[in-house]
């Protein structure tokens, strides 16, 4: 499995952010997945923020509902994520991660993009 990701940078406090993951399934038997993006904030625990099931239930936690619209494009295989009115304290290293099952509401993701750093700053 392989996920690359896309975006981040600077953005100004009430802009918005938008990411990309490219992930690669080709060496693996997956018939069910869960892709998903994960924050951390300097000094504190990663984050789900999203996740995705293949079928496409997805799962929005509390912080980002209602702004993070998610997409997936099947033919080019890339997770977008769209997070609307960034703030100062969403700040932090952006992941996408992956994992070979629907149990997508979950720290523990199996697969990881290399992250991307995200700094909000007017």
């Known amino acids: 499995v392989q996920l690359e990701v896309s975006g981040g940078g600077s953005v100004q406090p009430g802009d918005t952010l938008r990411l990309s993951c490219k992930y690669s399934?080709?060496?693996?038997?997956?018939?069910?997945?869960?892709l998903a993006w994960f924050r951390q904030a300097p000094g504190k625990e990663r984050e789900l923020i999203v996740s995705m099931e293949d079928e496409g239930e997805i799962y929005y936690s509390s912080s980002v509902k209602g702004r993070a619209p998610i997409s997936v494009n099947n033919a080019k295989n890339t997770l977008s994520l769209v997070l609307k009115s960034l703030g100062y304290g969403e700040a932090g290293t952006y992941y996408c991660?992956?994992?070979?099952?629907?149990?997508?509401?979950?720290?523990?993701?199996?697969?990881w993009g290399q992250g991307t750093q995200v700094t909000v700053s007017s």
């Open positions: 991660a992956l994992r070979g099952d629907r149990l997508c509401v979950t720290q523990a993701y199996n697969y």
């Open positions: 399934l080709s060496d693996v038997a997956f018939s069910v997945y869960c």
